[in-house]
């Protein structure tokens, strides 16, 4: 028996070789991480759920035309995806006032933008992934102009399409984070959607509370977060309907619990 090879490992992932050339499999983990990674810790089943729901939104994006690395789910905690050179700029799409928005520029938390933005921050730990202008990337090269274009066009519909699916299920899209990558055919390379949309890296607010249904309840000390991730996944129908691990309200559930 061989073990199979380890690709790379961050904060939330890791990649092993595929099965084939051009492929690798992507595991899920269970830790969880805030502040670029200066607060640490663990939220149990996470990498399940995350599997779960990354899976149906890349399928659900495929069906309207987003190239992505997904291929297949392998099983809880992994999947097979297309190997990309992985383009070094993370894309937030912002639909509402929150997190680093409303500290740079005052705006109270909740408040609807009156036009999505999208902003651009290179990816780079040591740096805390610093906010970018097209002007930085153009002259350092992280990508083409061509690519931003494909990158800015791919945000917007991925963002129209999700905005629709979440307030069908009561929750409000208030900003995501994606990544893209390069896969290449000869000399010719084309971008595609690529790392993952969970919970981790997406603000998710259910319509009628507020109450938050993401990582912001890890970063803020809110508790519940387990729950949180299952009720997004519940409302997906990628938990069954009456399954005990499935909340409803959270805050009567932390009544419950005594907390």
């Not at 061989?2 to 992507?26: C, H, M, N, V």
């Not at 399940?48 to 690395?69: D, K, M, Y």
């Not at 730990?125 to 061509?146: K, R, T, Y």
């Not at 984070?177 to 981790?200: C, H, M, Q, T, Y």
Request: aromatic share 8%.
């Amino acid at each position: 028996m061989t073990r199979r090879r380890q690709i790379y490992e961050g904060k939330a992932k890791i990649l092993y070789e595929g099965p084939e050339p051009g492929t690798l499999i992507q595991y899920f983990k269970d830790d969880a991480t805030a502040f670029n990674a200066q607060k640490k810790g663990t939220i149990a089943g996470k990498g399940v759920l995350n599997n779960r729901i990354s899976e149906h939104l890349f399928v659900a994006l495929q069906t309207i035309g987003i190239p992505t690395h997904f291929i297949r789910r392998i099983n809880m905690r992994e999947q097979l995806i297309r190997q990309v050179e992985i383009i070094p700029i993370e894309v937030v799409v912002r639909n509402v006032a929150a997190g680093s928005l409303s500290k740079r520029l005052g705006i109270e938390e909740g408040t609807q933008l009156p036009r999505t933005i999208i902003e651009y921050y290179y990816k780079d730990d040591a740096l805390n992934d610093p906010m970018v202008a097209d002007e930085h990337i153009a002259c350092f090269g992280w990508a083409s102009q061509d690519e931003m274009n494909d990158i800015a066009d791919m945000a917007i519909r991925v963002n129209d399409f999700m905005c629709g699916l979440f307030a069908g299920i009561g929750i409000r899209l208030v900003d995501f984070k994606l990544e893209f990558g390069r896969i290449w055919e000869n000399d010719f390379s084309r971008v595609i959607l690529a790392d993952e949309i969970s919970p981790d890296g997406a603000r998710l607010w259910d319509m009628k509370s507020n109450e938050k249904l993401d990582k912001d309840r890890f970063r803020q000390d809110l508790g519940g977060e387990a729950e949180a991730y299952q009720e997004v996944a519940r409302r997906l129908g990628l938990l069954p309907e009456g399954e005990e691990t499935a909340v409803l309200d959270l805050d009567s559930h932390r009544k419950k619990r005594g907390k």
